[in-house]
């Protein structure tokens, strides 16, 4: 049979399936949709849309260019990509996923990156923010704050060493391309270069501030429909026992590195979706938090298949290929599982004394984390509001415009 007619009629089983599955689960369907929903509402929108918007401001009044010509040399020999790549680095990591698919697809659209170097770009700009790692996760299901920093440096270490390897993906097509020298720095020509990406765009403030705020709102509304989605799914595949026979597979694997088996189940789940698998991994009474750290490290750099659809979705728009930034998962989970390894002794059971259970190094106190659990209490008492302002405002922007056409 043709291959092309195997995926279709393998696509509408899958589909028939997941439809059947909703009416003989309509209760736990709505839970699990709930769930999502709630999530997106009170965290995902209102942390993500400030840096949507910004980031759009900041494109289009030439900043980016700006900050380009200035990291040109440092973001070009390190990671081969231009130095616009530096401003995605920052913002992804300071919003967290998926900013960098956001952004690395902007810059793709504005020709400011090629094919191979987007795909560079996309893979290690895509990463948890700190204050997802903290709040969420080290002080929300772990009640340990000390946990989010090796939480915390493992996930970026990782994430820089992933950037550092996918320097060589597609080298071979670049090497017949004509190699130049980045030109030598100069403030001047870089505030030029400001000036002219402005004026090229040539938008007035009003009309820039409301494509931004259109264009972030519609990609939140892409994300939040796939996190729904996917807490549906990975509630359906736990009742009809799809993530129990996952996870005897997998408890083989994790038996070889000496992980507990209870441990699986946590694991496929957070392959879904990450704040699942986080909230599992917690409550496992037969392992140690050693053991947790090593695979909630591995859950937070796969991201979850959540994650990466929103990232499929968002590259979609571009000739960006998703196939090098799944394997850039791959490698930054194995990668951030294993410097979790490396630095739990030195970082953790070192700097833990039995007159101090919760010590930490001086450099990393209660101060340098209290930020974070704060930040993270406001957004989870304030985002609702936030989110239901900034939707009232889409909804006046789209109407006036269409009242104008």
């Known amino acids: 049979m043709n291959p092309s007619k195997i995926k279709t009629i393998a696509l509408a089983t899958l589909a028939i399936f997941l439809a059947a599955s909703l009416m003989i689960f309509p209760q736990e369907s709505l839970d699990a949709s709930i769930r999502g929903l709630t999530m997106w509402w009170d965290v995902v929108f209102p942390s993500l849309l400030p840096f949507f918007i910004v980031s759009e401001l900041l494109i289009g009044f030439g900043v980016v260019t700006f900050l380009g010509t200035i990291l040109e040399r440092f973001m070009r020999p390190l990671f081969k ?83 550092i390897c996918m320097r060589f993906h597609g080298y071979s097509k670049e090497k017949t391309m004509k190699k130049s020298s980045p030109p030598p720095f100069s403030l001047k020509k870089s505030l030029q270069a400001l000036h002219e990406e402005r004026i090229r765009d040539g938008r007035p403030l009003g009309k820039l501030l409301g494509d931004a705020v259109q264009s972030s709102v519609n990609t939140l509304l892409m994300i939040g429909g796939f996190i729904i989605l996917f807490s549906v799914l990975n509630k359906l595949l736990g009742l009809i026992e799809v993530t129990h026979i996952l996870s005897v597979a997998l408890s083989v694997v994790l038996a070889i590195f000496h992980i507990p088996t209870e441990l699986s189940v946590p694991l496929i789940s957070g392959l879904f979706e990450i704040t699942l698998g986080g909230q599992m991994a917690s409550n496992v009474e037969d392992a140690t938090l050693f053991q947790k750290a090593v695979v909630m490290s591995f859950i937070l750099a796969f991201s979850g298949l959540s994650v990466q659809a929103q990232v499929a979705s968002i590259l979609a728009e571009t000739d960006i290929r998703f196939k090098p930034y799944f394997i850039a998962r791959i490698i930054h989970g194995f990668l951030a599982a294993f410097f979790t390894v490396i630095f739990w002794n030195p970082l953790y059971v070192n700097q833990v004394t039995t007159d101090h259970p919760t010590a930490v190094p001086v450099f990393l106190q209660q101060q340098s984390y209290s930020w974070f659990v704060e930040g993270w209490s406001y957004l989870l008492q304030y985002g609702s509001f936030f989110t239901l302002v900034c939707l009232c405002l889409y909804v006046f922007i789209r109407m006036r415009r269409m009242s104008y056409r």
């Open 81 to 163: 990509v231009p130095g616009e790549g530096g401003f995605v680095w920052a913002m992804g990591l300071a919003s967290g996923y998926p900013a960098g698919a956001k952004l690395t697809a902007r810059l793709r659209q504005e020709k400011k990156l090629t094919q191979i170097e987007a795909e560079r770009l996309v893979t290690f700009t895509n990463s948890s923010n700190p204050l997802f790692i903290f709040g969420a996760i080290a002080v929300g299901f772990f009640h340990n704050p000390t946990l989010g920093i090796i939480l915390a440096l493992s996930h970026y270490l990782g994430n820089l060493c992933v950037g």
